[in-house]
């Protein structure tokens, strides 16, 4: 059985990605691996990692622009400076 290439990870879902990566995590923690297969364990679990990474980010572009649509609808700016503690104005 082949392993999966970093390849692969670029049609999983959030969910998919995040579920296998906390698979990998917890087998590179029981141990036992040879050091090939925790090598590969550890460059498979980098790019699901990363594949993660690309969904939250790109969650947070669709998101800010959802505020900005409904900010230029409603015809007013919002300041995360002013939302946040400490933020200056």
């Known amino acids: 059985m082949a392993e999966p290439t970093a390849s692969d990870t670029a049609t999983l879902s959030y969910e998919q ?3 296998e990566l906390v698979q990998v995590v917890t087998r590179l923690e ?8 925790s090598l590969q364990l550890w460059e498979r679990g980098e790019a699901l990692a990363a594949r993660c990474e ?3 980010l790109g969650a947070r572009k669709r998101l ?3 505020r900005a649509t409904s900010s230029a609808g409603s015809g007013t700016e919002h300041d995360p400076a002013e939302a946040e503690p400490g933020g200056e104005s």
Do not use: K
């Not at 029981?30 to 297969?37: A, V």
């Open 30 to 37: 029981q141990g036992g691996s040879t050091l090939e297969e």
């Open 64 to 66: 800010e622009a959802a």
């Open 54 to 56: 690309e969904w939250l």
């Open 17 to 19: 990605a995040r579920d």
